[in-house]
């Protein structure tokens, strides 16, 4: 056996939240304390001076595309974009440089912009050239511009499709079929390897790729499941079934870990798909829907059978009304436990009522939140009060509600939709825009390591702590200040009276510098080091 004693350090752990030692054997948390009773009980063990940083478990982030965010990060990265002509000037250099290939960009958000338009083809064509393949994905993922040579090769998008508009719902998913199809391996290993990269040096050891066929393909998931990182890659897959038989067989086809993540009912809010009960605010109608509630309770019904976690993609009122329609179904023919145990999820789960919200939790349903969406979009002035009026818009992610009536949350960043950095979503979950849904950030840490081990089936009730017998995956910070506190709009309560002796978080003051990772590990293995 071989064990490490990590020393001179401040430690995020339950049971012993005034440590300043740990030690670690094979993989394992085995001892927590005071040093001296730690070089003393360990005398054999290498030593890690840890120089007064802050240790805490690691981060998982249940919601991610990880081929996306890689190109992202190694392509033609269009969050900065502050104008129409902004976009269309950053994309003519990138055509400059990147002579032959698709060119795929991320991250436009027309909303931000004083044009409040996206680009035309025509403009697109302009500024990339003729003939160019050009796919440019909307902030949200749920649409996207494209070339007159990329939609040529689409084919025929459908009748719901007005040539020269943004691609939205199916029309966007064959045009995303075709742009994907023209990248090589290499350059998919290169964007794996970028965004798992980035995971790690954000103290992340585990991700859940959230695929489908509508969104990355077959052969993608299946190369991301057989790459070789250090990040954990628990994968989901967004296609219904309506059998047991035929939920096994697909997973058993793919190697996945269960049928749900992006298995749309809905689109999003920013493109106009999400499905509402009343219309749009500013353009009317009610978004789109993908699944009806029969094929949603059919999903449910086959993956409880099977022993298979599901979930679904609903952010819309109206398809949330959907979802918690088959749960409430699935429940009352097999039974609310045998529902609760599959710990089925439902991912963004942002337009959910205190109705939706009691019937989620009597079933044990999961929700999958993003609270960067919140601090991206929310508020008074921003994109949902635009889309949904001020008063609709209020009510959205209403994180504390669902905590409250024990509905589990998952925490996390739908990258390359929002920054893959965890800090920055629990600080999101802390400081809502919307007075009374915001989380503390005990339980906003909680929900962005422990309950996104829970939403990965991880129910040990070790993972995603720092006690003894639990797995060693943590990740070593520069911090500054520990404090224990509230949530943004509650008062002090006991748990952060010193007595109470509850282990300090770094500030996530608004503005607070955020910690800077220092080393990743997971497993006792190091997969990052700054």
């Not at 044009?115 to 949200?140: C, K, M, S």
């Not at 629990?426 to 929900?447: C, D, E, K, M, N």
Request: proline share 5%; glycine share 12%.
């Amino acid at each position: 056996m071989s064990t490490q004693l990590l020393i001179g350090g401040r430690f995020y752990s339950s049971s012993s939240p005034d440590a300043t030692a740990m030690a670690v054997t094979d993989g394992t948390v085995v001892w927590l304390g005071a040093e001296a009773p730690g070089r003393a009980m360990h005398p054999g063990a290498e030593i890690i001076d840890l120089g007064g940083a802050f240790v805490a478990p690691a981060f998982v982030d249940p919601h991610v595309h990880v081929t996306a965010l890689g190109l992202q990060l190694t392509g033609l990265d269009l969050r900065g974009a502050r104008s129409l002509a902004d976009l269309l000037d950053t994309v003519r250099a990138h055509a400059a440089r990147q002579r032959d290939g698709v060119i795929i960009g991320e991250g436009w958000d027309d909303t931000t912009w004083p044009d409040q338009r996206p680009p035309t083809v025509a403009e697109l064509d302009e500024a990339a050239g003729p003939g160019r393949l050009v796919y440019l994905v909307r902030v949200d993922a749920h649409s996207a511009v494209a070339s007159s040579a990329l939609l040529d090769a689409a084919g025929d998008l459908g009748a719901d499709h007005r040539r020269g508009d943004p691609v939205r719902a199916d029309a966007h998913h064959r045009v995303r079929t075709v742009a994907l199809a023209e990248l090589g391996r290499a350059q998919r290993d290169r964007a794996r390897t970028a965004a798992l990269d980035a995971a790690a040096a954000h103290g992340v050891v585990a991700v859940h790729e959230c695929a489908g066929p509508e969104i990355s393909g077959r052969d993608d998931v299946r190369e991301l499941l057989a790459f070789d990182h250090g990040v954990q890659v628990r994968a989901y897959w967004g296609q219904a079934v309506r059998t047991a038989e035929e939920a096994r067989a697909l997973v058993d086809d793919l190697g996945v870990h269960a049928l749900g993540g992006d298995l749309f009912v809905d689109g999003s809010l920013g493109s106009h798909t999400a499905l509402l009960r009343e219309p749009y605010a500013d353009a009317g109608g009610h978004g789109k829907d993908f699944l009806d509630t029969d094929t949603i309770t059919a999903h449910l019904r086959a993956c409880t059978e099977a022993g298979i976690q599901a979930g679904f993609h609903a952010i819309g009122d109206g398809a949330m009304d959907r979802v918690v329609e088959g749960f409430t179904r699935v429940a009352a023919e097999l039974g609310g436990p045998a529902v609760a145990a599959r710990g089925h999820r439902v991912e963004h789960a942002e337009m959910t009522d205190a109705a939706a919200i009691a019937q989620l939790a009597a079933v044990g349903a999961i929700a999958s939140v993003q609270p960067g969406f919140d601090a991206a979009w929310g508020g008074p002035a921003g994109m949902y009060a635009t889309r949904l009026g001020a008063e609709r818009a209020a009510g959205l992610n209403p994180f504390a509600a669902m905590a409250a009536a024990g509905i589990s949350l998952a925490i996390g960043s739908d990258a390359p939709v929002t920054t893959a950095n965890p800090w920055v979503q629990v600080r999101a979950a802390v400081h809502h825009r919307t007075a009374g849904h915001g989380l503390s950030p005990r339980a906003a840490f909680a929900a962005a390591t422990r309950g996104a081990w829970r939403a990965g089936g991880v129910r040990d009730g070790l993972a995603g702590t720092l006690v003894p017998g639990a797995p060693a995956s943590y990740a070593v910070w520069d911090a500054g200040d520990l404090v224990v506190a509230a949530a943004a709009d509650t008062v002090q309560r006991w748990s952060t009276d010193p007595r109470s002796r509850v282990p300090g978080l770094p500030r996530l003051d608004p503005d607070a510098d955020l910690p800077t990772c220092l080393r990743t590990v997971r497993d006792g293995v190091e997969i990052y080091q700054a």
